[in-house]
């Protein structure tokens, strides 16, 4: 089974600090995402990557950056962390071929004070 | 602006009854319609994934049918169990640009005793 797993379940950080999310992946995939979902407005996509060293910007990239230097594992950072930067965080992995299906960590619940 | 719709956004339904969720979408050109369940707390986990020529795609007690002419999608779950309580998101790529996904905001639904 392909597993994807979130370093943190949940964080609680305060304005201004710098916040890094972590996510591995165990199944070589080429695709690595990073999400937010918040009540009413579903996933939104931050950041994607195709390959190492690879990123490209998502809907709503505007607070964030990644960082993608081994193949299994992608990053995502809150260079200065803000209240409305409070969600819960998905990360998910996907092959460069075959079936068109995401596979998600469990999730980090980022709570910004 | 490709848009994916989900109705109705909360069901509650009591064990061992049938139920509907409903998935119409505007993205085009369609490549493929993926429904997910997401248990509280936890990462979206993939149910069914159909491309264009597939009109049905059952996994158990879930089965997804797509109309790709209406750009309907629709997902049964036959004598609901306890366990099926969750949300249930309805996601659709295009052709173009390849691997973008647009997420519904997804139907939460509730199975009573």
């Known amino acids: 089974d392909v597993k994807v797993t979130q370093s943190s379940r949940y964080l609680v950080k305060r304005t201004g600090e710098k916040v890094f999310l972590e996510c591995v992946q165990d199944?070589?995939?080429?695709?690595m995402f990073w999400y937010r979902q918040d009540p009413g407005l579903g996933l939104r996509l931050i950041y994607f990557s195709y390959d190492v060293k690879m990123k490209e910007k998502g809907d709503i990239p505007e607070g964030y950056s990644v960082s993608r230097e081994k193949k299994e594992r992608f990053s995502l950072i809150l260079e200065s962390a803000s209240t409305n930067q409070t969600s819960m965080y998905l990360c998910?992995?996907?092959?460069?071929?075959?079936?068109?299906?995401?596979?998600f960590g469990a999730g980090t619940r980022l709570s910004v004070l | 602006k490709n848009q994916v719709e989900q109705s109705p956004q909360s069901l509650i339904i009591l064990e061992g009854k049938n139920c509907t969720l409903q998935c119409n979408y505007t993205v085009s050109p369609f490549s493929n319609l993926r429904w997910y369940k997401q248990d509280t707390g936890r990462g979206p986990v993939s149910l069914t994934i159909?491309?264009?020529?597939?009109n049905t795609k059952s996994n158990g007690r879930y089965t997804a049918t797509l109309d790709a002419d209406t750009k309907q999608s629709s997902l049964h779950i036959t004598a609901s169990q306890l366990s099926d309580s969750a949300s249930y998101i309805c996601?659709?790529?295009?052709?173009?640009?390849?691997?973008?996904?647009?997420f519904g905001d997804g139907t939460t639904l509730t199975v009573k005793p």
């Open positions: 159909m491309t264009f020529s597939e």
């Open positions: 199944m070589d995939h080429e695709n």
């Open positions: 998910a992995s996907r092959a460069k071929e075959g079936k068109n299906i995401q596979y």
């Open positions: 996601v659709v790529s295009g052709i173009v640009p390849p691997g973008k996904s647009t």
